[in-house]
């Protein structure tokens, strides 16, 4: 089972600062197709999960541009350039490359 | 606008049954793989398994053996169950559409597992 290694596991952030989570895959997530499934969710308090970047870079509609996804093989990074209150919650990665996929141990975002 | 709903039951007792259904609404359920994820308490996100209309079908080997997911295509539902239940079982259930790449979730129900 491939292990996904969120790093920090907290993060208390400034309003208006930068912000940055890396997840680490023990192995690399290149599928034979060529793609990287490779997920971002942000989960907020007594809510579900929302995807907010799939294939490393990919934002889905309505995921503002301050906030986006880069990364390769098995290194990969979640930033978000301005915090917002909005963004509280818990933040997980998720590789769809190897079955069963996997979650990272999720990076809680708190505002100092 | 795509919308799921999971129902079942909030209490299981030891070694029963656990049984989910998600109702997908706004899609097709023949379009997509669909999943089952879980979140126990204060915890991390845990792939159950997905499905597809064509039989298609995968179980996360951690649950051993103890997964059936079936879809009822009529009825745009899929379903879960998952026998001999713990206390390890509990948490809030997920039904996804998608497997690789979730997109759309349900709003989760609680499960918990206590005589």
């Known amino acids: 089972e491939v292990v996904m290694t969120q790093s920090p596991l907290s993060l208390p952030v400034t309003l208006g600062q930068p912000a940055s989570i890396s997840c680490t895959s023990s192995q690399s997530l290149v599928y034979s197709d060529g793609n990287i499934y490779l997920n971002w969710f942000q989960q907020r308090p007594g809510q579900s999960p929302r995807r907010l970047i799939y294939e490393v870079s990919k934002r889905d509609s309505r995921v503002p541009d301050r906030i986006s996804g880069s990364g390769s093989g098995t290194d990969f990074t979640l930033k978000i350039t301005r915090v917002e209150a909005d963004d509280v919650g818990v933040y997980y990665c998720?590789?769809?490359?190897?079955?069963?996929?996997?979650f990272g141990q999720g990076t809680r975002v708190e505002i100092k | 606008q795509v919308q799921l709903q999971e129902s079942g039951p909030g209490l299981v007792k030891p070694s029963e049954t656990l049984s989910l259904t998600c109702t997908v609404s706004?899609?097709?359920?023949?379009?997509?793989?669909w999943s089952w994820i879980r979140q126990p308490p204060g915890k991390g996100l845990e792939l159950i398994g997905y499905?597809?209309?064509?039989?298609?079908?995968n179980y996360n080997p951690s649950l051993r053996g103890r997964v059936t997911m079936s879809i009822d295509a009529p009825k745009n539902q899929f379903s879960l169950k998952l026998t001999s239940v713990t206390a390890a079982d509990t948490a809030v259930y997920y039904c996804v559409r998608n497997t690789r790449r979730p997109d759309y979730w349900g709003q989760g129900t609680q499960v918990t597992v206590s005589s």
């Open positions: 706004g899609d097709s359920i023949s379009t997509y793989y």
């Open positions: 998720m590789q769809g490359t190897h079955w069963p996929w996997t």
């Open positions: 499905i597809y209309h064509s039989g298609d079908i």
